[in-house]
């Protein structure tokens, strides 16, 4: 399959929602189910618009889990206006006939802020973030500003997709007095002080 | 603890040389019982994929590929840096056994015990 070249930072919302409408009734070209339209977005925002395929046949394609990807395309397409009106264009006309796998997913709502910790005991988060792909000196310089702006004992909930996180973040919780409650790459429960 | 010992590696076939030295220095101090870190970085990463040291072998050294062998059997450790590794469009799944990719921040926890480092 080879990728569309049409480059995200010039894309408008009218051009996803366009996408989303034409592919609407399209079949994956590799197991042939029918697309959700929710598909149909992230067959934008990955460059294949023109090679339907459905998510997990998508993340298969690309070597990925199919649940790291996902993590991935939502931590992506929620950075993009584009990519959300067209997402929420999705879920206005998504088929109950369809077999949704986005359907439990937190590309709209990121959920309530608060967190489980690894005992499944829910604790209150006073901040999310999401760093995408954000790595090494980058990524921490901006965790100690977002954490320092939290009250004493904050949580701070993390998404961090960089390969390097699940060593660094812990690195650096022991290194600066932060207390990580939780590893779960990419979440990470970052407490202040 | 054991002290500790770094070596930055930041060149792999581009000088093939300094490669290779990284990793001469790297075992003797394995082998002097010392918690020993290759820290690979800029084009020191490529080293971090199955087969790309295969063919560096400098005259008076054991080939590039036994020396780090040798070296991760002995213990000593190698920490690739994420956004060199990105950057170079390398895969994860052909890392070399034993190679773990970090950031930044490993690299600082692991100096700041008190470590001296040697840069190639």
């Known amino acids: 399959m080879t990728k569309d070249p049409l480059p995200l930072p010039d894309l408008k919302a009218e051009q996803v929602i366009a996408e989303v409408e034409r592919l609407r009734k399209a079949a994956c070209r590799l197991c042939g189910s029918l697309l959700c339209p929710h598909d149909a977005v992230v067959l934008v925002a990955m460059g294949f618009k023109n090679a339907p395929t459905c998510t997990p046949c998508l993340a298969g394609h690309l070597g990925k889990e199919t649940g790291v990807f996902r993590a991935h395309v939502q931590a992506f397409i929620r950075r993009h206006d584009c990519l959300m009106q067209g997402w929420s264009h999705a879920t206005d006309i998504e088929l109950p006939a369809v077999a ?18 690894t005992s499944g005991a829910e604790v209150p988060c006073e901040a999310q973030w999401d760093a995408g792909e954000m790595s090494c000196g980058d990524l921490v310089l901006e965790l100690r500003m977002r954490l320092r702006a939290l009250g004493p004992r904050g949580i701070l909930r993390l998404t961090a997709l960089d390969l390097g996180a699940p060593e660094d973040i812990p690195a650096w919780c022991n290194l600066t007095g932060n207390t990580l409650i939780k590893k779960d790459p990419p979440t990470y429960l970052i407490m202040k002080g | 603890m ?22 001469v220095v790297a075992s003797a101090a394995a082998a002097s019982e010392r918690e020993t870190l290759v820290f690979l970085s800029i084009e020191g990463v490529r080293l971090s994929q199955r087969g790309f040291a295969d063919d560096i072998h400098e005259s008076g050294f054991a080939p590039l590929r036994e020396l780090m062998a040798g070296f991760t059997k002995a213990g000593g450790i190698i920490w690739v ?3 060199c590794f990105k950057k170079r469009g390398l895969d994860e799944g052909k890392l070399i056994e034993g190679a773990v990719i970090v950031g930044g921040a490993k690299l600082v926890e692991f100096l700041g015990g008190g470590s001296p480092c040697v840069s190639y």
């Open chain 2, 2 to 23: 054991a002290q500790r010992f770094c070596v930055s590696l930041t060149c792999s076939k581009n000088d093939p040389d300094k490669a290779t030295v990284a990793f």
């Open chain 1, 100 to 117: 949704c796998p986005w359907k439990d997913s937190k590309v709209a709502d990121p959920g309530p802020v608060t967190a489980a910790t």
């Open chain 2, 81 to 83: 840096c994420s956004p």
